[in-house]
């Protein structure tokens, strides 16, 4: 591909999670530096804001500003056309990400976006993944706190034991440890979004139980069942769990990412998530409030009044929240012979996971797309599939995520 006037343009700079990916970029890589980047959106006065907020004065006309309009295919091809990646962060994707895809791969742009919208995904790439690999577009889902810790921290953990022991985990157990910060509005949109897809076209509800639902139609599925959905007690961690809403997201990621690199870790390689709880009781409220809330949820009325009360896409915590927001998250690898040999990582981030962590995974997420070298062709990928070692790289040396290898208590 020639060289692009951009190396990336961040898309829905204007909105909050595109301020803040915004904002992080100017502050880690500059304006003036390698990275060549610019801000996109529809409305040139917001944008105008974010770059005056992001930049001091002096510097602020070396980020330029792109216009384009996600109703309006011609507009985002012409912005396409100017970039080697698109950094998309205007959602629900299932509402306004088709036609940005359908242009990266017609341009044979790299693109990275924020979805968590399994039900798109399922779309989007059988749709697009010819022309992708044809164009030699990379496409890129699910780079914030959906699914990269998750993702990245599976193959993190199963590259440790195979280098190790010379064999790859066949189980990984991964349970959401200590967490500060809200849900994110945009996850929250998503969801309900999707909901309301699923009231129209009952065969949704199909995707969204298929625990291999992302896997490439070749690839046979395993042995992993449904997401967990009441109190259980870990052994291994000597702890009651309780169901993880983001399961149902990044279980399939994973799976992908396993049958995307050839099945590595084994054709019987199990995965699943959940939250570790301080007691029965607790873990047992747990459950029952979230399958309460999603059986509501069902409903109609319901999701409006959802809508209504809680955080919107364009709404998020203040900078103070952010900066006191922290998660945790641990992936327990199984031995396949020998129970003394299994591996527990420890990832943690430090700022809030919706919106602090998530802008700066999201944010070197496209600057590894733009500036590393590519280690895959065109196609739709996940994050640990596509940039692996690399991304891991950046979120340790630049994005606040630890990644440490722990006793198991």
Not at 283 to 304: D, E, N
């Amino acid at each position: 591909m020639a060289k692009r006037e951009f190396d990336l343009v961040v898309w829905g700079a204007s909105g909050f999670t595109g301020h803040l990916v915004a904002d992080y970029l100017a502050r880690t890589y500059g304006t003036d530096g390698d990275l060549h980047w610019a801000i996109a959106g529809r409305n040139p006065e917001k944008l105008e804001q974010v770059r005056d907020e992001c930049l001091p004065k002096a510097r602020r006309k070396s980020l330029p500003i792109l216009i384009a309009d996600s109703g309006d295919p011609s507009s985002l091809a012409r912005m396409v056309a100017r970039t080697g990646v698109i950094c998309s962060t205007v959602g629900p994707y299932a509402k306004f990400g088709t036609p940005l895809v359908a242009a990266c791969t017609e341009e044979g742009v790299d693109y990275c976006d924020l979805t968590g919208e399994v039900q798109w995904m399922a779309r989007v790439i059988p749709a697009y993944q010819g022309a992708a690999a044809a164009s030699g577009a990379r496409i890129v889902h699910t780079c914030g706190y959906d699914s990269i810790p998750f993702d990245i921290g599976t193959w993190y953990l199963q590259q440790a034991m195979l280098e190790r022991y010379g064999v790859a985990a066949r189980r990984v157990k991964t349970r959401v440890g200590r967490t500060r910060g809200g849900a994110s509005g945009g996850t929250i949109a998503s969801m309900l979004n999707m909901l309301e897809e699923m009231k129209h076209d009952p065969s949704i509800r199909k995707v969204m139980d298929d625990p291999y639902a992302l896997n490439p139609p070749a690839v046979l599925a395993g042995r992993d069942g449904p997401d967990q959905a009441d109190a259980r007690f870990d052994p291994d961690f000597g702890q009651w769990t309780s169901p993880f809403l983001m399961a149902a997201v990044n279980t399939r990621v994973v799976r992908r990412t396993h049958a995307l690199l050839g099945l590595p870790w084994g054709k019987d390689f199990q995965y699943d998530e959940a939250v570790l709880n301080r007691s029965r009781g607790q873990a047992t409220a747990a459950a029952v409030a979230a399958g309460a809330g999603m059986k509501a949820l069902g409903f109609g009325p319901a999701r409006k009044l959802a809508g209504k009360l809680l955080p919107s896409p364009g709404d998020g915590p203040s900078r103070r929240q952010r900066e006191n927001g922290y998660w945790e998250v641990f992936f327990h690898g199984v031995h396949p012979d020998d129970r003394s040999k299994d591996l527990r990582l420890k990832v943690t981030g430090d700022m809030d996971p919706g919106y602090g962590s998530t802008a700066k995974m999201l944010g070197e997420s496209a600057v590894c797309l733009a500036l590393d070298k590519p280690v895959t062709g065109g196609g739709f990928w996940t994050p640990a599939s596509a940039m692996g070692e690399q991304l891991q790289q950046r979120l340790a040396s630049n994005a606040g995520i630890d990644f440490e290898f722990v006793e198991p208590e």
